[in-house]
């Protein structure tokens, strides 16, 4: 019994350190202006507002962007109502 404990906990343990964080974003770039809605996965560890920002205003700005704002993050049961509205900038950066 006490083994199966160890085990059990194990698992989730492993299970919880694969769940994934994932942020959608507005972002901007100019002459001319574009405005883009994307959604994009961050670490565990960025998975809040102010740290996804942070993960991903460097990432945005290589390819050009500035990032407006983060609007939210979320797990992976969030991603398919977002996948339609973020289109080509669906898990892009």
Not at 7 to 19: G, K, R, V
Not at 42 to 67: F, H, I, M, Q
Request: aromatic share 10%.
């Amino acid at each position: 019994m006490k083994h199966a404990l160890i085990i059990l906990a194990f698992l989730a343990s492993a299970s919880a350190a694969q769940a994934a964080c994932y942020a959608d974003y507005k972002a901007k770039r100019d002459n001319p202006l574009q405005l883009q809605y994307g959604v994009a996965q961050v670490s565990d560890e960025a998975c809040t507002k102010e740290a996804a920002a942070r993960e991903l205003a460097p990432r945005l700005n290589a390819a050009g962007w500035t990032l407006l704002t983060v609007l939210s993050t979320f797990g992976p049961e969030g991603l398919e109502q977002r996948k339609a509205s973020a289109g080509q900038y669906f898990l892009r950066y």
